[in-house]
């Protein structure tokens, strides 16, 4: 399992703690683009393959058979090339149907992030975030504090 695939099962797994309807929504959601992204990566995996077997054949005839392209019928090597060049652009469509599938993905999982957020700062409340800037902390209401170094803590 990759990271992403990692991450977004991490989500999952927190966003059920969360009781609205939205939550179940999305878990479906997720759920059927990960399972719709199995399938164009299928395809794919299909398609390649039978590119690189019409290569092999293709090479084994060039390679092995004498006189090949004469001694076969002109419709097969049509039919031949009209099939390869259609699981070229296969492979091209259903790539970009992945990338599609991973935006959508992409999006749910910031969904996800969002309702995360929400419940945690209702189950902690809220707290006074400090956000970093380059080596300084920005304490709020003007005041920057600075990190501690290591020539600034005493041995």
């Known amino acids: 399992m990759g990271d992403h695939q990692k991450h977004t099962e991490f989500l999952r797994e927190c966003i059920r703690y969360d009781e609205s ?3 179940q ?14 399938c164009v990566r299928r395809a794919v995996w299909l398609m390649a393959i039978l590119i ?14 004498n006189n090949f392209p004469y001694n076969i019928p002109q419709f097969i090597i049509n039919t031949f090339c009209v099939l390869v060049v259609s ?3 296969s492979i091209l469509a259903f790539a970009v149907l992945g990338i599609a599938y991973r935006m ?5 999982r910031e969904e996800c992030r969002q309702i995360v ?3 945690l700062a ?3 409340g809220k707290t006074d975030t400090m956000r970093f800037r380059g080596h300084h902390l920005d ?9 501690p170094t290591k020539s600034m803590v005493p041995q």
């Open 122 to 124: 209702s189950r902690l």
């Open 52 to 65: 690189a077997l019409a290569a092999f054949g293709y090479g084994y005839g060039t390679a092995l058979v």
């Open 139 to 147: 304490a709020g209401e003007g005041r920057t504090a600075v990190l």
């Open 87 to 89: 699981w070229l652009i």
């Open 21 to 23: 309807a939205r939550r």
């Open 117 to 119: 957020t929400r419940l």
């Open 104 to 108: 959508k993905l992409d999006r749910r």
């Open 25 to 38: 929504e999305l878990m479906e959601e997720i759920v059927r683009i990960q399972r719709d992204a199995r």
